[in-house]
């Protein structure tokens, strides 16, 4: 019996099971699933975990998301999908994240949506659309964790 990593949370699970038994990602099959895993590693780790400010964030117990999708709206920004880990964040919040270069980014949350519904505020468990402003889509990559700065 063999491991597979899984492509959302980028952990080692069981390969015969249909989802990860960390976040229930759907897990890909047999020889593709094993191809697809080595794929997306470099992805997850350009994520920026490791990052000082991240690891400072993550000790406050303070906002965290994983994006899961990036779409870019014209003339507005990009729109960062993704389940909130934890804490809270509120239209105009500042957050940060790695971009994909490497360096330090911050920008601030021009709105929150979820299920097509704008929201002032949301928190730990829902998964929401955030549209940041001043950030292009190739600056994040799937995987990449924000944030909530301090500043």
């Known amino acids: 019996m063999g491991m597979v990593q899984c492509p959302r ?32 590693k470099p992805t997850q780790e350009s994520a920026g975990t490791d990052s000082p400010f991240v690891q400072e964030a993550l ?22 999908t993704g389940k909130i880990e934890m804490g809270s964040a509120r239209v105009g919040d500042t957050v940060v994240f790695t971009s994909r270069m490497g360096e330090k980014k911050m920008c601030r949350i021009s709105s929150i949506e979820r299920f097509r519904k704008l929201l002032e505020k949301a928190s730990a468990g829902e998964q929401v659309g955030l549209l940041l402003a001043g ?7 799937v995987g990449t964790l924000l944030v909530k700065s301090r500043l």
Do not use: D, W, Y
């Not at 015969?16 to 997306?40: D, M, Q, T, W, Y």
């Not at 117990?61 to 014209?74: L, P, V």
């Open 59 to 80: 000790a406050r117990g303070e906002f965290r998301m994983k994006a899961e999708g990036i779409f870019s709206i014209a003339g507005r920004g990009t729109v960062v």
């Open 135 to 141: 950030v292009e889509k190739g600056e994040v990559a």
């Open 9 to 40: 949370c980028g952990r080692q699970t069981i390969e015969n099971r249909e989802v990860c038994h960390f976040c229930n990602a759907p897990l890909p099959k047999g020889i593709l699933g094993k191809f697809f895993s080595k794929l997306l």
